[in-house]
Every structure is written in structure tokens, then in C-alpha cells.
T-cell receptor, first 114, second 115 residues
Framework: AQSVAQPEDQVNVAEGNPLTVKCTYS??????LFWYVQYPNRGLQFLLK??????LVKGSYGFEAEFNKSQTSFHLKKPSALVSDSALYFC????????????FGAGTRLFVKA | ETGVTQTPRHLVMGMTNKKSLKCEQHLGHNAMYWYKQSAKKPLELMFVYNFKEQTENNSVPSRFSPECPNSSHLFLHLHTLQPEDSALYLCASSPRDTSEPETQYFGPGTRLLVL
């Protein structure tokens, strides 16, 4: 069965510092991995995805994520955080071997302080 | 704007009421989804429709009844809900529901409170 874990409910970062939001996953087949962001009173917005190829994936708003197969992780990163990055971040996984469902994590709230 | 709209944005209802949530997408997509978002819980996939046919029902209680009259519209009919059904209900769409990892486009959600 597929599952996604986001071990941190909340991450606090000072503006200008690097940020990392953690995600680990479990699938039986090849993982397709996604990050979404949700700003207040808005739906989820797609940030980036990993399907195959380079383990480092670059996405919107300067975010990137690194796929690590041995650690079954897909952590979201940004070299320099902005206050406007404060939002709820969701990691998601889909089984690339034929599953149709996308399973989401519980979300991690990111606070960036000025 | 993602091209997916939801109405109403907020809804308060009693346990004996009947109400409906509406989702409309202007993206030409063929797959539509209902999700339930509760605080500190994973997003729960409720229903999936592909070309107007329901392809997924994740053991959702019958007090939630989806309807997809065409590929652009999706409804969620609610009746005799429970307080624990209070949540943010998100609609999403994608070009088609296949094994390809297509990006889903989400609406802003309907915040539902059941009293």
C-alpha cells in the first residue's frame, strides 16, 4: 500500500535562511512524487514533481526537491526562504506501476519570520 | 486562479439539512476529484470521475453523494451529515485519470461546518 509521511507538523525558519520540509514515502512500484503548496483560503498549487531522471528536481518559486531512493525520501528545499513562502506544504506519492490514486501527506506548516 | 471554481466557499448546515457543493473546471479536463481536508490529517481522496464515470469511491459514507453530469461539473450532495464531517472539501481536475502522473489542479475549497 502507498503511504506518505511528513514528520514535522511545523517548520520555523528565519527569512534568508535555507529551508527543508521533509517527506518520506512507501510504494510497491516506482514512485511518482509531488509537492503542493496551499496558501490561506486557496486550493493546493502544484510546485514540482519527480517521475524519473535527475534526482534533483527544480520547481516553482525557487523550490527544489531531492529524490533519495535508498532513504525513500523526497525533501523539499529552498536556499533562501522568503516571508511569502509561509504556507502549508503537502507531499504526495503515486504508484507508477499502475495505481491511479495519489496519496497525500498530512501537510507541514512553514513559518518564515522576517 | 487555477481554472477550478467551487461554490459556496463557506457553508454552515445542521445535521438534518440537505445541501450541495458545486465544482466547475474551465480547463477542458476529463477527470475530476473530491477530497476532504481535515486539520493535521492527510488529504483524503473521496471520489474520482473520469469521463463522467465514477472510477473511485474510497469507502465514503452514503450521506455523501457525488454527481458528475458532464466533464466540466462535479457536485457533492450532502444529507444528514455529522459534526465530524466538518472540513474543507476540495475539488480537483486533471486531463484524464490514468496511470500517468498528471498534475491535478485544485479549486479553493468549500469550508463546511456541521452543527
Amino acid at each position: 500500500a502507498q503511504s506518505v509521511a511528513q514528520p514535522e507538523d511545523q517548520v520555523n525558519v528565519a527569512e534568508g535562511n535555507p529551508l527543508t520540509v521533509k517527506c518520506t514515502y512507501s510504494v510497491s512500484g516506482n514512485p511518482y512524487l509531488f509537492w503542493y503548496v496551499q496558501y490561506p483560503n486557496r486550493g493546493l498549487q502544484f510546485l514540482l514533481k519527480y517521475i524519473t531522471g535527475d534526482n534533483l528536481v527544480k520547481g516553482s518559486y525557487g523550490f527544489e526537491a531531492e529524490f533519495n531512493k535508498s532513504q525513500t525520501s523526497f525533501h523539499l528545499k529552498k536556499p533562501s526562504a522568503l516571508v511569502s513562502d509561509s504556507a502549508l506544504y503537502f507531499c504526495a506519492v503515486r504508484d507508477g506501476s499502475g495505481g491511479f490514486k495519489t496519496i497525500f501527506g498530512a501537510g507541514t506548516r512553514l513559518f518564515v519570520k522576517a | 486562479e487555477t481554472g477550478v471554481t467551487q461554490t459556496p466557499r463557506h457553508l454552515v448546515m445542521g445535521m438534518t439539512n440537505k445541501k450541495s457543493l458545486k465544482c466547475e473546471q474551465h480547463l477542458g479536463h476529463n477527470a475530476m476529484y473530491w477530497y476532504k481536508q481535515s486539520a493535521k490529517k492527510p488529504l483524503e481522496l473521496m471520489f474520482v470521475y473520469n469521463f463522467k464515470e465514477q472510477t473511485e469511491n474510497n469507502s465514503v459514507p452514503s450521506r455523501f453523494s457525488p454527481e458528475c453530469p458532464n466533464s466540466s461539473h462535479l457536485f457533492l450532495h450532502l444529507h444528514t451529515l455529522q459534526p465530524e464531517d466538518s472540513a474543507l472539501y476540495l475539488c480537483a481536475s486533471s486531463p484524464r485519470d490514468t496511470s500517468e502522473p498528471e498534475t491535478q489542479y485544485f479549486g479553493p475549497g468549500t469550508r463546511l461546518l456541521v452543527l
